[in-house]
């Protein structure tokens, strides 16, 4: 009878300390403005959500869980889950990133003495002179003699914009638009999947060759907000398949 009670006694602490609880939460500005599409990440189970609209998140987790939390815009925090933690809702405020200001050009003003201003708003004389020879040399017509084929040498037709001959060529490529994406998700993004530094940009190409469309990024040479919240949802689709080879070793 004393054995069966001990064991009883056994399993119900065993339960009780392994079980799993659900941490709550919300996740402001420093404005105590509301913040949605935040990544939640439990460090421990590798489980992840986003917050909603008005900035609240539900996670399971227990206690000594580390919580990361992630958004573009917006420096990366860390919580350590605490046994109050359990018991009431997290708040947790997000700092944004320092944003770097375009250099802005200050051009001087009218100051009132008329010498002053006349010497600083008008263009110098040999300025002026060189300027009026540029567009002087630029309207002349060219000489069909220079600009004629030499013999032997291969001249692409001319068409009247029916077709084209030839591929226009990208403005990027998917080497440009990999640098691209890993500086601007920074690599701690990727650190936090779980990824060695090394098997990075293989990821990265192993996302895009996945079926990412990318088209208009690499024609025009330009990644928009959009597009990197495109790569983000891509990259947590692929991350699973990209490990499961790695884990049935």
Known sequence: MKIKLLFILFTFSFIT???????????????RAEIPDVTVINIRTDERVVTN???????????????????AGYERTARRITA??????????????????????IKQGLTGNLKIDSRNLNKPKK???????????????SDPRILAPR????VQPVTKGVFTI??????????DLMNYLITALGEQFFTDLKLEQSQIQHFVLYVL????????????????????NRFKG????????????????
């Open 234 to 249: 891509a990259v947590l689709n692929k991350i699973v398949l990209y490990r499961a080879p790695q884990n049935t070793k």
């Open 17 to 31: 300390f392994h079980a799993q609880d659900y941490i709550f939460g919300k996740i402001v500005t420093e404005d």
């Open 166 to 175: 030839g591929k226009i060529k990208d403005k990027w490529d998917d080497i």
């Open 127 to 141: 300025v002026e002179k060189l300027t009026r020879e540029i567009d002087a040399y630029m309207a002349k017509k």
């Open 151 to 154: 013999p032997g040498e291969f």
């Open 209 to 228: 060759k996945s079926g990412f469309e990318r088209k208009n990024i690499l024609k025009y040479g330009y990644c928009s907000d959009a597009d990197i």
């Open 53 to 71: 609209r008005d900035g609240h998140f539900m996670i399971s987790g227990r206690q000594g869980d580390e919580l990361r939390f992630i958004k």
């Open 84 to 105: 109050d933690n359990i018991q009431s809702p997290v708040n947790i405020t997000l700092i944004r990133s320092a944003e770097l200001i375009q250099e802005v050009e």
